[in-house]
């Protein structure tokens, strides 16, 4: 019977129990999806190593020798059964802890030794080893690469373990020659130098060597990219069909502002975004645009002067940011910028009182208001505009996916949207999470700036942290220290602020300090903030509301407490809100003495570079592909099941190309020969829908 339709309950070894926790942990029902469950990894079982070759611990490895003598240690509970394996010139140890009743042993014959040793003593160990007779070892066994399958408790408790696993999938070889329908078409496949079906099939899980293994994983890491790519462009093109508001006009207060206001030459990167923009803008499709950029790079002014196009054509722009102290610095600076212009700019946040909304909503609605910038409040269902025109969301990856589909239906014509990232964010994330959006980059820092010098102490060194203190603040700078701040422990985290702002005044009884946390009132953050501003102020203490956006030139030390419980972009951003000004700018990262390799790794990456680029990079190939649910806190649209954004790059832009090339003579995917791709995405049901369509 064919594979794809053959209930996996029927499938020898399996039967209705294991089927139900197969369904349930693999989402596996029939005998072709179990065959689509792939290996996680594969050891070499062809290789039979002498005791004296073995070098690393932790690798598994294969010995042919004898027991030559066991014995148990301990009764009841903690009995162990100990024994020596030889291969004739050396020894090593076996050991069991568990069900040791039911291991037989037998003297002096020849066993087939498989397990990972560890070093204890002067010899090694295997705790739970795999061991046949070799008179019962079959040829194959020891011939190729042995697949590992990933599991969970649930599938351990019904025999499914990895073992468990290969056994099934085994047992569904001799079904794979009748041959599996292709899910590619023939075109990709051969254009793109891919295994076949089939073949990749029966390679994945009975690879003959590794190349073959390879070429059988790379094929479905291929498809698994393609279809993500064809789904997330195939939606771009649809998109391209709506149609959006024309703004052609250069008016007056573009080039009034231009001319007159600008306070300082455009970077070569700002003007070409900026045109890139433009020409969306007067296309009469609706913009979707990604702004990536350093931290500083300047996209607060690409937004001001894309806002200024939309008012020249008659639209207003809104302009979200994700927290209430970045809209009214947004709105300060804006209406600093703006100051000798007739453009009207209004701020719209949480504290803003019912008093000040009645007419802050009449001048929206009657078009008085040019520029709206704000929190979420701005979502807010009594919100409405005359003609919302230009949507521009900050520091993108802060909102929910259902707070910005609610901008895009606060008009019956789409607004044009453009998105800005707070720091670069790395390619492959780019080309999927982002995949559906034109990408607009600015690559140039404005003139002047000194990278950040960054060191990493241990808080054992705080004594020579505080020296650096006392030194800059000397000299006229302010200084910030941050704190992390997670949902999970907020009461201890605020307590650790609260010590550490103690142990700065009890240091520094000279110096005045702010205070700043989210669960301050508005009032009270605002004040702490004016401050520091003001520079009544010399140091900052605060946690991470001030990570985005926030632009104090005078502060030129950035202290961050507890750093290796900070992401690398985080770190980055929170860098970031130093080298303003003029003055030499430094970032001290402590730590903790002890660290794992992995935070090691982060802080050699910041001392190392400045380049937010780069750190998008090295941050997701450090996290590795499992982990950027936490970056992107719109969740993820699709679970990969066997490609990685961190290593796959290269395959994805091939993936993104051959989705690309089918897409450009058939947008829609209408063509008879393209059914194949239209019925997988179908049965692939990619979560697109419930995302892309408001970014
Ligand atoms: P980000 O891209 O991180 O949002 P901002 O827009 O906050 O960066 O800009 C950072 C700083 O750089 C601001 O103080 C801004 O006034 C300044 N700036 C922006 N563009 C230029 C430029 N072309 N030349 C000099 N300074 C600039
Ligand atoms: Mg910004």
Redesign the pocket.
Known sequence: MDLSVRDIAYCKGVGTKRADILRHELKVVTALDMLHVYPYKYIDRSRIYRIAEIADEDTFVQIVGQITESHIIGVGKTARLVATFSDGDHVVELVWFRSIQYVKLELNQPYLLFGKPSRYNHTYNFVHPELTLMSKVSPEKIQGLEPYYNTTERMKSAGLNSKGVRTIIAALKPDLQQGVAETLGMDVVRRYHLMGMTEALSNIHFPKDTPTMRRARERFKFEELFYIQLSILRKMKRREQHEGYVMQTVGHHFHHFYQQCL?????NA?KRVIREIQADLKSGRQMNRLLQ?????????VALMCALLAADNGYQTCIMAPTEILANQHYQ?VTQMLAKTSVRVALLTGSTTAKQREPLHRDLQDGTIDILIGTHALLEDNVQFANLGLCIVDEQHRFGVAQRARLWYKNSTPPHVLV?TATPIPRTLAMTVYGDLQTSI?DEL??GRKPIYTRHYSIQNRATVNRFIAEQVSLGRQVYVVFPLIKENEQLDLQDLQNGFNRLCDTFPQYKISMLHGQMKAADKEEQMRRFVAGETQILVATTVIEV?V?V?NASVMIIENAERFGLSQLHQLR?RVG?GAEQSYCLLLTRLELSKESRARMDVMVETNDGFRIAEADLKLRGPGDMQGTLQSGQPFELHIASLATDTQLLEKARQAAMEILSEDPLLENEQNRIYVNRLNILRLTQDNWSDIS
Do not use: A, C, E, Y
């Open positions: 306070p300082f030459p455009l970077t700002q950029g350093d931290v500083g790079s300047g996209k607060t002014l600076t800005m600015i404005p003139p956006g632009n030139p970031g303003r």
